[in-house]
Every structure is written in C-alpha cells, then in structure tokens.
C-alpha cells in the first residue's frame, strides 16, 4: 500500500493525501503532471507583490488548497444524505468528479492571468475582428483541453480511478451548476471561493476582511435553491441542491461577502498593481505587433515560445503550455537589456517597477458622477490618439452583492440563509440586513501616463473642471 503524503500549507495546516485512499493517490499523481507543475511557475496573485512584498504565493498552492477544502465539502454532503436531510443516495462516482475538477480547476491559467487574457482580447480586435474578442478562449477552456488531451498523462491518472475526464472537463466548463456535487467547484460557498478568500488576505497581509471559516463551515447545510434565471427564459422555477447557512451564521456569512468585497477593493484593484498590468498587457501588445509586421523581437529568439503563440493561428495547446511567469520575466528582462524603442522602455519600466503615473477619476471627483463623466469625456477626447499607447484606461465596476448575488449574473450564485422552520431566505432579503440587494456599483476609473507631460496635462483637466459650476 502507498504510504501518506503530507503538505504542510499556511491555511489549511497539514494536507493528507491518504496512501490508503485510491482518490487521494490519484490526486497525489496529479500534481505530479507537467501541466500541473506548471502552476508552480505561475504566481496566483500576478504583480500584486509590487504592492505586497509577500503575496508570491502560486496557483500551485492554491489548487491544493481547494482540494483540501472539496473533501471536507463533499464529506458534508455526504453528512447530509445520510442524516436524510437530502433525498436520495450519495453518489460517490460524482463527488469524485467534483473533488478532481477541483484540484485541476486552475492549471490551464495563462501568466499575469488578468493581463494577459486582457492583452490577447485587444490583439485579436487590433487583428481586425473587433467581433471575436468576447470569444477569445479563457482558461477554463484551456484546461478542459489539458484534461482532455489523449497524449497527456491526466486523463490517464483520472481513468485509473474510473473517474470520466469528459466528466470533469464538461464540469470545469459549465458556467450553471447542474447539482450539489457541481456547486462544490461553483457556486456562492465553493472550494475555491473559499481558499482565495483566506489565502490572499494572509499572503499580502492585510488587516481586512477576516473570515471565521470554522464557525462557516460547521453550520453549511444543503438546500433546494431557486435557480432559475434571472432574465425568466425559463417559464417553470428550477431548483437544484446547493450550498447554503444557518441562520446562526448569518453575521459569519456577511462577513464572508465584505472580505470578497475589500479584497477587491485593498488588493485586486490596487491602483499600482492595475498600472503595472497595463505595462504587461502593452508588452504583449507590442510583441504581437512586431510578429504581425515580421518585424524582429530583438532579444528574443525568432522561435521564443510567446513569438510562436502570438503569431496568427499560434495559440495552440502545446505553444500555450511553454508560458508561464518565469518564461515571460525571462523575456522581460532579455528586451529590457538588448531591446530596443518602445518595446525596450516597457521592458525597463515593469523589470525596475518603475510604475506610470495615474489619475483616478473616483479620486480627484468623489460622489460626483457628472464632473466624472465629464473628466472622462475630456481626457478621451484629449488623449484619443495615445490611449494604448502612452496612455492606458483603466476601468472596472464592483458590488458588494448584486440583485441575484454574489460576483456573477447566474442565479446559483445566491447566498441563502436557512430558517429554524426550513425555509430559505436570500442574505439580502432581512429587514436588518448589513449587506442589502442594490444595482449599485462602485466604478473604478483611472488613466495611467507613461509621460509626466501627458499627466500634468490630465490634472490641469481637471482642475479646469472643478472650478467650474457643475
């Protein structure tokens, strides 16, 4: 019999994968694969170290984590059918599906993730179909190929233990939950929901958003939840079983959504962290270009892995394997020293840190959204020709929780608090309620200047405006 293996992890302490336990063995094999070794490679917060020193932690790391975390959920639904508290048999063949999707959920992630996905969006409009551009394949979709790949050793591993890789592919894929086992991996209390949320706050070592995730987690029940969609396409209610609260842990579970909330906030939307992804989505821009031009790339070879996938008909499979953060610092460094124009000063500016110049609109005009409009109007209009190029837009819009939840559309995202009678109730649905259903969102609008020039003449914007009547 194969001994224990252990992982010592700052979250979740020691991480069993039991010698005993054919899926857990399985999962040990896994992270083995040269596709999840990868993961190793790739950062899960990007340039957020720029910000927070210590937020180097990888995706490797938390794909273990939200392994972790799948067990211990499917082992709750597990707990609730046999109390009878959900009809039916537990089906083991399903949760082994989930608890694999699980572990594999991240590995088709590209480098700078958020820049980088960003970057190929702008490239595939500049190349001319401005109409593909929500169409540009996530990595969701490149893991479901890195399951699937018949010359690749996962399906193999998941075969092993009659674990279907179509199976959790098609999991991975689905944007709607189709069962309680699927809502392990998506939905309003998922595993990966619930390692991000604790890991990247201890990571970058901020003070806010604080989970109590024991007293969460010992009163998770399981419940048919309304999920229907939003727009009414469908004529009937669809309910299906899915995560939800104890009316005791209601505060816990408010808690749960501000910590999402100011993570957003304090973190992923730092306004220096945004400006150095806005250098990396240009460098890649730029690369692509000179590829489109048959223009040289000078330091890097003519067959350096993201020449080859950014050429036209270049993002394959195996081209996109070769990426990761380690393979693009490498060539950020190589052109930053032996490059040359523009390519060269974006180089320099992301390897030295040397962050560009910002101006926040939310910043310079608080709570006034018509001086805002304006400001934008303007700094458009003035800088129409630069915006890409020495000047970058940078915009976003975050809820604390939509009309139907959560950080999504989909109805399954619904975070819902069970009643002492049984009854459901959705969090922002009390009278009291701290976190209150709204269509308010908080935007975050910034322009960032490669040239002080170019910012002086931002700020004088608008001071002109704010000194005018509004």
């Known amino acids: 019999m194969p001994k224990d293996q252990r992982i010592i992890d700052p979250i979740h302490e020691m991480i069993v994968f039991r010698g005993e336990d054919r899926l857990d063995m399985a999962a040990w094999r896994l992270l083995e694969t040269p596709d999840f070794q990868r993961l190793r490679r790739i950062k899960q917060l990007g340039v957020s170290e720029y910000v927070f020193p210590s937020a180097t932690h990888t995706r490797f790391a938390h794909s273990i984590g939200v392994f972790h975390n799948a067990r211990t959920l499917v082992q709750l639904l597990e707990r609730e059918i046999k109390l009878q508290r959900v009809q039916g048999e537990f089906d083991r063949d399903r949760a082994n599906v989930a608890t694999l999707a699980a572990l594999l959920h991240d590995i088709g992630h590209g480098p700078f993730s958020h820049a980088f996905e960003e970057a190929r969006k702008a490239i595939t409009e500049e190349r001319g179909d401005g109409s593909a551009r929500a169409k540009v394949r996530k990595h969701e979709a490149f893991t479901a190929d890195m399951i699937e790949d018949p010359s690749g050793p996962i399906g193999t591993i998941l075969s092993e233990v009659q674990v279907n890789p179509k199976a959790v592919a098609d999991l991975i894929r689905a944007e709607t939950p189709t069962d309680m086992y699927h809502s392990v991996v998506s939905s309003s209390f998922d595993a990966d929901r619930l390692d991000y949320l604790q890991r990247d706050r201890y990571m970058c070592g901020v003070g806010a958003g604080g989970i109590d995730f024991e007293w969460l987690m010992d009163n998770v029940r399981v419940a048919e939840i309304d999920v229907s969609p939003a727009d009414e396409s469908e004529p009937d209610a669809v309910y299906r079983h899915s995560f939800c609260l104890l009316y005791k842990a209601r505060d816990a579970a408010e808690d749960f959504l501000l910590a999402r909330y100011r993570l957003y906030t304090n973190v992923y939307f730092h306004k220096t962290t945004r400006g150095i992804e806005q250098l990396i989505t240009a460098f890649f821009r730029e690369i692509a270009r000179r590829v489109d031009t048959g223009a040289s790339v000078r330091g890097l070879e003519v067959d350096h892995p993201l020449i080859r996938f950014f050429t036209k008909g270049g993002e394959t499979l195996e081209n996109y394997r070769m990426l990761d953060d380690?393979?693009?610092?490498?060539?950020?460094?190589?052109?930053?020293?032996?490059?040359?124009?523009r390519l060269r000063r974006l180089a320099g500016d992301i390897r030295e840190r040397r962050n560009p110049a910002s101006l926040d609109i939310q910043v310079e005009f608080?709570?006034?959204?018509?001086?805002?409009?304006?400001?934008?109007h303007k700094l458009d209009q003035?800088?129409?020709g630069q915006i890409g190029?020495?000047?970058?837009?940078?915009?976003?819009?975050?809820?604390?929780?939509?009309?139907?939840?959560?950080?999504?559309?989909?109805?399954?995202?619904?975070?819902?608090?069970?009643?002492?009678?049984?009854?459901?109730?959705?969090?922002?649905?009390?009278?009291?309620?701290?976190?209150?259903?709204s269509d308010k969102e908080r935007p975050f609008d910034r322009y960032y200047f490669l040239n002080d020039e170019d910012r002086a003449k931002a700020a004088a914007s608008a001071d002109a405006i704010r000194g005018r009547r509004p």
């Open 326 to 341: 380690t393979l693009v610092w490498g060539a950020i460094h190589a052109v930053a020293t032996k490059g040359e124009g």
């Open 366 to 376: 608080p709570s006034d959204t018509e001086r805002q409009r304006r400001l934008k």
């Open 382 to 384: 003035d800088f129409s």
């Open 389 to 437: 190029e020495t000047v970058f837009r940078d915009t976003a819009k975050l809820s604390l929780y939509g009309a139907i939840g959560a950080d999504d559309s989909h109805a399954q995202k619904r975070l819902m608090i069970q009643l002492a009678n049984g009854d459901l109730k959705e969090i922002t649905d009390f009278t009291d309620a701290t976190v209150t259903a």
